[in-house]
T-cell receptor, first 114, second 113 residues
Framework: AQSVTQLDSHVSVSEGTPVLLRCNYS??????LFWYVQHPNKGLQLLLKYTSAATLVKGINGFEAEFKKSETSFHLTKPSAHMSDAAEYFC????????????FGPGTRLSVLP | DTGVSQDPRHKITKRGQNVTFRCDPISEHNRLYWYRQTLGQGPEFLTY????????KSRLLSDRFSAERPKGSFSTLEIQRTEQGDSAMYLC???????????FGSGTRLTVV
């Protein structure tokens, strides 16, 4: 069965410093992987997705993620944090063979300090 | 089309009452999903429709829960005899064919008192 681990429940960075949010997945098949962001009292917004094309994926708002099959990882990075990046981030895995549903990780709360 | 719409945004109900939520997906999306999110957790899959057919249901979806998508457009999620444990954010999402990512609505926050 597919599963997602987000190693940090909370990450705190200073504005202007790099962001690293870690995600590891388990999948029996070639998965599709996604990162979603959820701001307080807002819906989930797709940041970026990996669907077996280029392993380095660029998303919105300067975020990117690299798919590393050997490490079963899909870490999210951003070179310079902005105050508006403070939110909850979810890593998601999806396998066509398991139907069409996504499996979400538990989430990482990103705080950005001035 | 401005995205996935959910109604109501918030619902407070007494334990034992029935509640119904509505989701209007993006019009050209034939797939519709319901998820539940509790505080501090990631969303959990409840059920999935392709057009009007309900193709998959999670074991989380007890017999008090029922979802419909009668004409393959909007969907409703009904919870009968609500319990305090049903308090959560109920999220709807839609997608076209293929695994390209969902578009989520803003959710309906249910509080059972």
């Amino acid at each position: 069965a597919q599963s997602v681990t987000q190693l940090d429940s909370h990450v705190s960075v200073s504005e202007g410093t790099p962001v690293l949010l870690r995600c590891n997945y388990s999948s029996s098949y070639s998965p599709s992987l996604f990162w979603y962001v959820q701001h307080p009292n807002k819906g989930l917004q797709l940041l970026l997705k990996y669907t077996s094309a280029a392993t380095l994926v660029k998303g919105i708002n300067g975020f990117e993620a690299e798919f590393k099959k050997s490490e079963t990882s899909f870490h999210l990075t951003k070179p310079s944090a902005h105050m508006s990046d403070a939110a909850e981030y979810f890593c998601v895995v999806s396998e066509e063979s398991y139907g069409q549903n996504f499996v979400f990780g538990p989430g990482t709360r990103l705080s950005v300090l001035p | 089309d401005t995205g996935v719409s959910q109604d109501p945004r918030h619902k407070i109900t007494k334990r034992g009452q029935n509640v119904t939520f509505r989701c209007d997906p993006i019009s050209e999306h034939n797939r519709l999903y319901w998820y539940r999110q509790t505080l501090g957790q990631g969303p959990e899959f409840l059920t999935y429709f392709q057009n009007e057919a309900q193709l998959e249901k999670s074991r989380l979806l007890s017999d008090r829960f029922s979802a419909e998508r009668p004409k393959g457009s909007f969907s409703t999620l009904e919870i009968q005899r609500t319990e305090q444990g049903d308090s959560a954010m109920y999220l709807c999402a839609s997608s076209p064919e293929g695994v390209g990512g969902y578009t989520f609505g803003s959710g309906t926050r249910l509080t059972v008192v």
